[in-house]
């Protein structure tokens, strides 16, 4: 697998702050991501996520109307058992039982704001380097399921 992969990644970043939104997309800008979508509108992300089909989410915790964990949930919902897609949190949530509650719904990883925006990187290419070999072993093994703690979530 070579860097063209992984920047090729399709990227959805969830936040109900403008200013989140264009510091995240520019964080993946500058690393040399195009292919991102952001919304700052949770109500839309399950019909995002089915029409964009993102490799990884970015996920904020504390929005209105729909919270990140209702997110989970319904994208929990949304994909197959078989799938691997990875959801990143990134909120200001810093509680123990938010991490809990995001990790066990099945987001992959979690990390605080203000965040250090190298470990942020690192996390991004860790989570989307796991879903490319995901996508390849799909093509050798067609019914190749992820372990169950891979999903999480529903």
Not at 47 to 74: C, I, K, N, Q, S
Request: aromatic share 6%; charged share 30%.
């Amino acid at each position: 697998m070579n860097d063209n992969d992984i920047l090729a990644s399709r990227i959805l970043i969830v936040d109900d702050q403008p200013g989140n939104l264009r510091l995240l997309e520019d964080l993946l800008g500058r690393e040399g991501f195009g292919n991102v979508l952001s919304t700052t509108d949770s109500a839309q992300v399950i019909d995002l996520y089915t029409a964009f089909d993102p490799d990884l989410v970015l996920l904020d915790l504390l929005m209105p109307e729909l919270d990140g964990f209702a997110v989970l949930e319904r994208l929990a919902r949304c994909r197959g058992t078989d799938d691997f897609r990875p959801v990143l949190v990134l909120t200001a949530d810093a509680t123990r039982d938010a991490k809990r509650r995001a990790l066990s719904l099945g987001a992959k990883d979690f990390l605080t704001k203000p965040f250090d925006t190298v470990e942020a990187m690192l996390r991004i290419w860790n989570l989307l380097e796991t879903r490319q070999l995901y996508k390849r072993l799909r093509q050798v093994v067609p019914d190749a399921a992820p372990p169950a703690h891979w999903r999480g979530g529903g």
